[in-house]
T-cell receptor
Framework: ETGVTQSPTHLIKTRGQQVTLRCSSQ?????VSWYQQALGQGPQFIFQ???????GRGNFPPRFSGLQFPNYSSELNVNALELDDSALYLC????????????FGPGTRLTVL | KNQVEQSPQSLIILEGKNCTLQ??????????LRWYKQDTGRGPVSLTI???SENTKSNGRYTATLDADTKQSSLHITASQLSDSASYIC??????????????WGLGTSLAVNP
């Protein structure tokens, strides 16, 4: 167990809806990164939050947005869901330092119908 | 272009046997290289992290090597167990700026250990 938790575990939505995924980072970590992993593919970096501010973003449209709270937990919001948004969404927490080793949560499986 | 390539794409071995997974990268500037194990439908779990100056690092039955000159890494699994069945992903960090924005992910090697 990494100490990183995500909720919900599974989620089913329909096209056009909005979804919020949540992540609690490991104690002592101040950075959260979000990834999208389609079936059979590697994780794709969505964005990273450091001390409540976005600190880097991958090639994802603005309908993917996020928040980081003072306790360093985080949310990923996706608006206007599309079928291709169906994926495993991974949250990883880390502490800015020499290695920036990331600890991943178990993921949220999102299915868009 | 920063890239991480892994081979083989998939591998089937018998329980108890050893295996070696390969990772070649073209990433600059190089910061560190990580190997992750990912069970199906679960988050990746870190096995090892190596910097430029480290040639080998072990974590139980897992031993990673790094040749920074040839830009190659390998992950050796000794005395495989059924629970080793997973995807093994090589990830190279292209930044030492104190964040994880420039992690270059390989596509992984899918390992199946059969009884």
């Amino acid at each position: 167990e990494t100490g990183v938790t995500q909720s919900p575990t599974h989620l089913i939505k329909t096209r056009g809806q909005q979804v919020t995924l949540r992540c609690s980072s490991q104690s002592g970590h101040n950075t959260v990164s979000w990834y999208q992993q389609a079936l059979g593919q590697g994780p794709q970096f969505i964005f990273q939050y450091y001390r409540e501010e976005e600190n880097g973003r991958g090639n994802f449209p603005p309908r993917f947005s996020g928040l980081q709270f003072p306790n360093y937990s985080s949310e990923l919001n996706v608006n206007a869901l599309e079928l291709d948004d169906s994926a495993l969404y991974l949250c990883a927490s880390s502490f800015v330092g020499d290695y920036n080793e990331q600890f991943f949560g178990p993921g949220t499986r999102l299915t868009v119908l | 272009k920063n890239q991480v390539e892994q081979s083989p794409q998939s591998l089937i071995i018998l329980e108890g046997k050893n295996c070696t997974l390969q990772c070649n990268y073209t990433v600059s500037p190089f910061s560190n290289l990580r190997w992750y194990k990912q069970d199906t439908g679960r988050g990746p779990v870190s096995l090892t992290i190596m910097t430029f100056s480290e040639n080998t690092k072990s974590n139980g039955r897992y031993t990673a090597t790094l040749d920074a000159d040839t830009k190659q890494s390998s992950l050796h699994i000794t005395a495989s167990q059924l629970s080793d069945s997973a995807s093994y992903i090589c990830v190279v960090s292209a930044s030492n700026a104190g964040n994880n924005r420039k992690l270059i992910w390989g596509l992984g090697t899918s390992l199946a250990v059969n009884p």
